[in-house]
């Protein structure tokens, strides 16, 4: 860690701990030396993500498109985007080809990068002066020729209004065979600055600060030229840029928060105070010499492990009796090693071996898995060993909660348990750990993993896990799946624990390695998936250490498997993909329930498609997709969306019915889908960072894009450029409502109550063929400025539903031009979702059945599980607020326009133009069921029970009041309240029901 200002500021990205602090050339600058992520903040949100692989979502002027990025191809080329406006925030790219001493006549004196600035000042995307030069947000970041004074150094222009800076950094290597990732980040620093720190490959290469906010009405970044024309600068030529991103930093969530309680099994899932998760492990062998001799170094891995979305380690206690670790030895007491040379004890292990365990879970919310013996060789004796095994127990107590596992050896049948004997003894002590703490205990991977060998091995133990090293053939016909795969057949041997892929193929694994990104993380998936609470992610870099984790094959793409499976999915029902459980038939070559291996000349289908249902919800997992796709046909009508493994990207979302046939490309070679059944009574969606559809998808294009952003309190939408992005668009399942077959409908919209402005409907309707009639104006509502989340439901008498608006949507919502808007859940139902007892009428006995099946408790609220069909709202409670829905959605139904009103005893299912009033009737009614106390009851609403309590009391008389029209209808044009007289009579009569039940006085 480095400091500023006396604030230390802790690393939260994954490269590598390094600080320096530039020369400055301006004696007004103030100089700041930080590290990685010096805005002390997490990950941020994303607001914009281009890989430049085949095409761009900017817009682009000049190169070419390849598989591997966007290259340059002339000195002016040049592509930009419009982001919302981000005065914290931070930009990541890659680029390859830059060459050192720069000479080439177009090139010589500088290469231009990276550009932000206001592209709303003097139309600084096309024009330059005034334009760009004079932007009051410039900012560029140059890699210099041989013109300049100092080549091949960096050079980066910061300016906020009339302040600016203009530093270089010292020289630095450069190779046009290497990809470079530059990382930058601005935002406030707490003393009114902006601060900028420019980074190459995790080096912080330069940091200075302005005074002011860096906030341009209109925020453009670009790559490559700016608009100058000068004959020896440009984009870098035959450069190839790639893997942009773009992080909006202000409403991040801070430090790392260590997770909370003890970690232990619910069926086959990890559970701590959080709940349900999965167990994604990294091997760290070295971690305890780590602590020891380069805490520097442990401290950089672990942040690096940490911001990739790895929870614990897998350490070791000692290790160094095969040659194999000279130089690398962990030593809790002196040793010879197979080589005969004495190694002497660490006299502060036991410090070491706390610290280790601490920094990793205190500071990076890591727990350990400790593996007690590799190499217990180095400790011969058995008496030793138990010792051994209760000193580590003696300095974990307190620390139980920061420890996910104990492994009594690592492969013991090779470290110190030859035989029938060693496994006895692996036994004996998995039993002596588990007798004495409740931290999970394994035993060790067995020499025979078949599954005979593993069922001997743990069939009666005393083991909570099972540690399993799976196979590493990557010889079969399947092309290197086998070891994905192989995790699947553990879960059909009787009576042992559940499993862990404990060392599994990695990068740098022995034996094979692996370094195809897509099989490593849909190993992980696949492993929870087959009912795996662990798995390991296994590499060179975990064993010796020699090449940094951050090297590795697919360390950056495991991030996101957490967000999009649930942490309880390894206790899933599951199934292999052929069952008639399976949500889809599989087809290879056109032959249905194949995999691709099964078939001859296969050219299309999957290596395995397995699967996992908990109630309507499921998950499946195709792996080794053909060049031509898999063809997926549909058991049931359903919602599903298709993530690409490597990024968490969406890359299809659908609504088919079933039996509709549809194919899924070959593109990363797997899929995570995440899907559910149809619920005819409801379309939905959850919008956020992974939207939850149900029936109702939120396309993202256009003039529509979104990002996921968290405001209130929650996690939601928002359109991603106020000046762009006008709009949210959605699409109905054709299952659920299509080409007017349910036309009318209620919408129902969760917004961030903003400041100002409005939020519009607008659908596509059954007026007509003409534009218009695609989006007929359903209604707005206004922002008053409350700044919490509320709800509004739109009524729709003629919806058409023929995915007629742009991107087959069905509806969309207008924000404004400028706005800034939130939104959150969106729910799409009949109008008349108020006939509860399926009579084919809305009237006060379906009130009596809600009110029965709440259990007379719609005061306070219930939860909506199990009475889903209540829950009007959708807010998982069932209260009074879906007593309002109900009297608005049955007026609806039965032909008015304005709710029926509470207080109103007779007139609930009247159909309209029949009269509504809350009269003389209504208040007899109550007066002769008021009951303050409560004594008798239940009583329904037809009895005065408005508020769905079990009495009638004065809140159900204050209500009716409230309402009285006396012998005027309430319709909208009907407002007349009691005369004096009236209520005077009315109070009267409470009194007098008071006294002859003896309450009054």
């Not at 940490?306 to 897998?314: D, V």
């Not at 209504?922 to 009583?939: E, K, Q, R």
């Not at 005077?984 to 003896?998: K, N, T």
Request: overall charge negative.
């Amino acid at each position: 860690m480095c400091t500023r200002s006396g604030k230390t500021w802790h690393r939260r990205n994954a490269f590598p701990v390094r600080c320096s602090c530039p020369r400055l050339l301006t004696a007004s600058l103030v100089l700041v030396c930080v590290l990685a992520v010096p805005l002390d903040v997490g990950a941020g949100t994303i607001i914009l993500e281009d890989k430049l692989q085949g095409s761009t979502s900017g817009t682009s002027l000049g190169g070419v498109f390849r598989e591997d990025g966007w290259r340059v191809t002339d000195q002016y080329d040049s592509i930009y985007w419009h982001i919302p406006s981000t005065s914290m925030g931070a930009v990541e790219w890659d680029v390859r080809g830059l060459y050192p001493d720069e000479s080439r006549p177009e090139l010589g004196d500088a290469s231009d990068l990276f550009h932000m600035y206001d592209y709303t000042f003097h139309d600084s995307d096309s024009n330059y002066s005034p334009g760009y030069r004079g932007n009051p947000y410039k900012h560029l970041v140059r890699k210099q020729g041989n013109l300049d004074l100092a080549p091949n150094r960096m050079k980066v222009v910061y300016r906020i209004g009339e302040p600016f800076f203009e530093e270089g950094t010292s020289p630095l290597d450069w190779d046009p065979n290497t990809t470079y990732r530059f990382r930058e980040e601005w935002g406030p620093d707490g003393a009114g600055n902006s601060l900028l720190t420019l980074y190459r490959d995790g080096a912080q290469l330069l940091s200075q600060s302005l005074p002011g906010e860096y906030a341009p009405t209109g925020h453009s970044i670009r790559i490559g030229a700016s608009t100058r024309r000068a004959p020896d600068s440009g984009a870098p030529i035959d450069a190839i840029f790639s893997n942009l991103k773009v992080w909006d930093l202000s409403n991040d969530t801070g430090p790392i928060v260590p997770p909370s309680g003890m970690v232990s099994l619910h069926g086959n899932s990890l559970e701590d105070e959080g709940g349900r998760f999965l167990g994604l492990g990294a091997t760290y062998m070295q971690a305890l010499r780590r602590t020891k001799f380069d805490r520097a170094r442990y401290r950089g891995d672990l942040a690096t492990l940490s911001s990739a979305g790895f929870n614990y380690i897998r350490t070791l206690s000692m290790v160094g009796w095969y040659d194999y670790w000279d130089g690398l030895e962990i030593a809790p007491q002196s040793f010879q090693d197979e080589q005969g040379n004495t190694i002497a004890g660490w006299s502060d292990y036991w410090q070491q071996f706390r610290d280790m365990i601490d920094i990793a879970y205190n500071e990076y919310g890591l727990r350990t898995q400790l593996t007690i013996f590799a190499d217990a060789q180095l400790m011969p004796d058995e008496n030793d060993r138990i010792q051994h095994m209760q000193l580590v127990l003696d300095n974990l107590q307190g620390r139980e909660h920061k420890v996910i596992l104990l492994e009594v050896a690592n492969e013991a049948w090779q470290n110190g348990f030859s035989g029938a004997g060693g496994t006895a003894q692996v036994r004996q002590f998995g039993r002596y750990l588990a007798d004495r703490t409740e931290i999970p205990v394994a035993l060790t991977s067995p020499y025979d993993t078949s599954n005979a060998g593993i069922e001997a091995l743990y069939q009666g133990s005393a083991a909570d896990i099972a540690t399993v090293h799976f196979e590493r053939d990557r010889s079969t016909s399947e092309g290197g799946w086998l070891p994905v795969r192989d995790a699947w057949r553990v879960n059909a041997i009787g009576g042992i624990p559940p499993v862990s892929s404990n060392e599994p193929i990695g990068p740098g694994s022995s034996v094979n390695t692996e370094t195809d990104p897509i099989k490593l993380v849909s190993a992980a998936a696949f492993a929870w998936m087959a009912g795996l609470p662990m798995y390991v992610y296994h590499t060179g870099a975990g064993v010796k250490g020699t090449d940094p984790f951050e090297s590795m094959a697919g360390i950056n793409h495991f991030s996101h498997l957490g967000k999009i499976l649930p942490g309880d999915i390894a206790s899933w029902q599951r199934f292999d993909g052929k069952q008639a459980a399976a949500p889809f038939v599989t087809f290879a070559n056109g032959q249905p329930n194949k995999w691709w291996t099964e078939v001859s000349d296969p050219s299309s289908g999957v290596v395995q498609h397995i699967g996992n249902i908990k109630g309507n919800e499921f998950y499946t997992l195709p792996i080794g997709i053909r060049d031509g796709g898999v063809e997926l046909e549909p058991r049931g009508n359903m919602t599903l969306q298709a993530f690409d493994p490597l990024t968490g990207e969406l890359a299809m979302a659908a609504t088919p019915r079933a039996g509709e046939r549809f194919t899924l490309p070959q593109g990363p070679e797997a899929y995570l889908v995440k899907g559910s059944y149809a619920d005819h009574a409801v379309a939905r969606i959850d919008l956020g960072e992974f939207d939850s559809p149900h029936g109702l998808i939120h396309p993202v294009a256009g003039d529509g894009k979104t990002v996921a952003a968290t405001t209130g309190g929650r996690q939601a939408r928002r359109n991603t450029n106020p000046n762009e992005d006008f709009y949210f668009y959605f699409s109905v399942a054709d299952w659920f409502a299509f080409q007017g077959d349910h036309r009318n409908l209620a919408i129902t919209l969760d917004y961030f109550d903003a400041d100002q402005g409005s939020i519009s409907l607008q659908y596509d309707s059954a007026a007509g063929d003409q534009l218009a009639d695609f989006y007929q104006h359903g209604g707005e509502v206004e922002m008053t400025g409350t700044e919490t989340w509320l709800q509004h439901t739109f009524h729709v008498p003629d919806a058409y539903f023929g995915n007629r608006q742009n991107h087959g949507a069905d509806f969309r919502f207008f924000g404004g031009v400028g706005n800034v808007y939130y939104l959150d859940n969106v729910r799409v139902t009949p109008s008349w979702m108020c006939d509860f007892n399926v009579d084919s009428r809305c009237d006060v006995a379906d009130l009596t059945r809600m009110y029965a099946d709440a259990g007379y408790d719609l005061v306070d609220g219930v939860s909506a599980t199990g009475l889903t069909e209540y829950d009007l709202n959708g807010d998982d409670v069932v209260n009074n607020l879906d007593i309002d829905e109900w009297l608005a959605r049955a007026a609806v139904r039965n032909g008015y326009n304005s709710p029926y009103v509470r207080g109103d005893t007779n007139s609930l299912g009247g159909t309209f133009p029949a009269a509504r009033n809350v009269n003389l009737f209504d208040y007899n009614v109550l007066a002769g069921s008021f009951d303050p106390f409560g004594n008798d009851g239940p009583h329904t609403w037809s009895e005065g029970n408005f508020d769905g309590d079990a009495d009638v009391d004065l809140s159900d008389y204050n209500v009716l009041t409230g309402h009285f029209s006396f012998l005027i209808g309430y319709d909208p044009d009907s407002n007349a309240v009691p005369e004096p007289p009236v209520i005077l009579l009315l109070g009267a009569g409470v009194l007098m029901v008071l006294s002859r039940r003896g309450l009054a006085g």
